[in-house]
């Protein structure tokens, strides 16, 4: 089944709370909060008591997407804060320590996620895969919203389908950046099950006509 995962980077921050609870009711399925440190990636956005209030209100699990720097030191704050999926970049850290991360997740009850930069190949998703409920497949450069989508990462978005349908069937796999109506049918048809949609979604004069534009 088809999810989208509206991006609050792209909400009123103003009205967070009018924006959050007017998801479910317009057809999303996830929360998508994207978390930046100014480090790892060049902006700087919301951390866990925002996560938490978040969590108070929204009638939809949170996809906390954590564009952090050695994100170890907060995936237990993050999953006490209310994520109910958590995903790491694979470039943040080195290898043993995602993996502990990515256990340290799966431990407390949260499904834990990776995720890839553009200019990532494919196989940084490997050592990772089985541990994983989700995989996130980036089409803009992490950090801003409102990028132009790059259809260059479809192949990796199907090589990625491939070896989730051979190794873990039941692991979804997410696309974030520059989804609208006409690329989402790029990133479906290269084995793209949950989508993120930021300025496409909040800028929408009906988000409920879009998602049903998507997944229809």
């Not at 969590?55 to 954590?66: E, G, Q, T």
Request: charged fraction near 25%; aromatic fraction near 6%.
């Amino acid at each position: 089944m088809l999810k989208l995962a509206p991006s609050i980077l792209s909400a009123d921050f103003v009205n967070l709370e009018r924006d959050i609870r007017a998801l479910a009711p317009a057809g999303a399925d996830y929360v998508h909060v994207d978390v930046m440190d100014g480090i790892f990636v060049p902006n700087i956005t919301i951390g866990i008591p925002v996560t938490a209030a978040i969590k108070r209100v929204s009638a939809l699990p949170l996809d906390v997407h954590l564009m952090i720097d050695r994100p170890i030191r907060y995936v237990e704050a993050f999953c006490r804060a209310g994520a109910d999926l958590l995903t790491l970049h694979v470039e943040a850290d080195t290898p043993e320590n995602t993996l502990a991360a990515l256990r340290q997740i799966r431990d407390l009850g949260v499904h834990p996620a990776v995720s890839v930069k553009p200019k990532t190949p494919a196989e940084a998703v490997l050592p990772f895969l089985d541990l994983c409920d989700m995989i996130l497949v980036m089409t803009v450069e992490p950090g801003f919203g409102g990028q132009i989508f790059m259809a260059d990462m479809m192949p990796k978005l199907r090589t990625i389908r491939e070896w989730i349908d051979r190794r873990n069937p039941g692991c979804e796999l997410e696309v974030d950046g520059g989804v609208n109506v006409e690329t989402a049918k790029l990133c479906v048809e290269a084995g793209a099950n949950v989508l993120v949609a930021g300025s496409a979604w909040f800028k929408a004069e009906d988000p409920a006509a879009f998602a049903a534009a998507i997944k229809r």
